[in-house]
C-alpha cells in the first residue's frame, strides 16, 4: 500500500491520502484521544506520541501535530499505523458512530438554509478538501451562518481570511438574506 501525503495550509497538520476509501460517506472530527471511541482509526492514531487531532473524510485522513513535533519525526508512525489499519480491513467509524446532520432553521429559513447549504456543498467544501479540511454548517439566525472549520481548516493561520474575505463574501453575493459568517467550535 503507498499513502501518498500532502502538505496543507496549516503547519500543524498534514493531509495522507490511501489511496482507497476511508470514509463512505460524510466527515468525522476528533480533537482528542477522549473523543476518538467511535473510529478504530482515530484511537490508532492517538497512539501516536505527537498526534493532537485527527479528521477523516472520505478520500483522506489530515493528522494534527503538537508544536514541539516535527514531521520529520512523526510521518513515520502515522503512515505505519495508517497502513496497519487498512490492512486489517477495520472500519475507520463503527457502525454505530453516528454522522451529524445539517441543522436547519426555522421554516421562514429553510430555503435560505438550503441555498447555504447548497453553495457551501459544491464550491466551498471541495476547495478545502483539497487542504485537507472541512466546513460544515451548524445554523442560520437573523442573518448569521455559523460554521464549523474541521481538520487542517480548524487552527489554520489563513482561516479567518477563508471564512471572512471568501466564504462571507460569496455567501452574502447570492444571498442577500445573509450578513455574516462565523466559525464555531463544535
Same mark, same amino acid.
Given at each position: 500500500?503507498f499513502?501518498?501525503t500532502?502538505?496543507?495550509?496549516?503547519?500543524?497538520?498534514?493531509?495522507?491520502?490511501? =489511496?482507497r476509501?476511508? /470514509?463512505?460517506?460524510?466527515? &468525522? !472530527?476528533f480533537?482528542? &484521544? !477522549?473523543?476518538?471511541a $467511535?473510529?478504530?482509526?482515530?484511537e490508532?492514531?492517538f497512539?501516536? +506520541?505527537?498526534?493532537? =487531532?485527527?479528521?477523516?473524510?472520505? !478520500?483522506?485522513?489530515?493528522?494534527? @501535530?503538537?508544536?514541539?513535533t516535527?514531521?520529520?519525526? /512523526?510521518?513515520?508512525?502515522?503512515?505505519?499505523?495508517?497502513?496497519?489499519?487498512?490492512a486489517?480491513?477495520?472500519?475507520?467509524?463503527?457502525?454505530s458512530a453516528?454522522?451529524?446532520?445539517? @441543522? &436547519?432553521g +426555522?421554516?421562514? +429559513?429553510?430555503?435560505?438554509v438550503?441555498?447555504? *447549504? #447548497?453553495?457551501?456543498d459544491?464550491r *466551498?467544501r471541495?476547495?478545502?478538501a483539497?487542504?485537507?479540511?472541512?466546513? $460544515?454548517f451548524?445554523?442560520f439566525e437573523?442573518g448569521?451562518v455559523?460554521?464549523?472549520?474541521?481538520?487542517?481548516?480548524?487552527?489554520c493561520?489563513?482561516?479567518?481570511?477563508?471564512l471572512?474575505? =471568501?466564504? #462571507?463574501?460569496?455567501?452574502?453575493?447570492?444571498?442577500? #438574506?445573509v450578513? !455574516?459568517?462565523?466559525?464555531?467550535?463544535?
Amino acid at each position: 500500500m503507498f499513502i501518498q501525503t500532502e502538505a496543507t495550509p496549516n503547519p500543524a497538520t498534514l493531509k495522507f491520502l490511501p =489511496g482507497r476509501a476511508v /470514509l463512505n460517506q460524510g466527515t &468525522a !472530527e476528533f480533537r482528542s &484521544a !477522549e473523543t476518538a471511541a $467511535t473510529s478504530p482509526l482515530a484511537e490508532a492514531l492517538f497512539h501516536v +506520541d505527537g498526534v493532537t =487531532g485527527v479528521f477523516l473524510a472520505r !478520500e483522506f485522513v489530515t493528522v494534527t @501535530k503538537r508544536d514541539d513535533t516535527q514531521w520529520d519525526d /512523526l510521518k513515520p508512525s502515522v503512515l505505519a499505523t495508517l497502513m496497519e489499519h487498512f490492512a486489517s480491513g477495520r472500519p475507520a467509524l463503527n457502525e454505530s458512530a453516528t454522522q451529524a446532520a445539517h @441543522k &436547519a432553521g +426555522d421554516a421562514a +429559513d429553510a430555503e435560505i438554509v438550503s441555498q447555504i *447549504v #447548497e453553495l457551501l456543498d459544491t464550491r *466551498v467544501r471541495p476547495a478545502v478538501a483539497a487542504d485537507g479540511g472541512d466546513i $460544515t454548517f451548524h445554523g442560520f439566525e437573523n442573518g448569521v451562518v455559523f460554521l464549523h472549520m474541521q481538520g487542517s481548516c480548524a487552527g489554520c493561520p489563513s482561516s479567518t481570511l477563508t471564512l471572512k474575505a =471568501g466564504i #462571507e463574501n460569496m455567501l452574502r453575493h447570492y444571498i442577500p #438574506e445573509v450578513t !455574516e459568517v462565523r466559525a464555531i467550535a463544535a
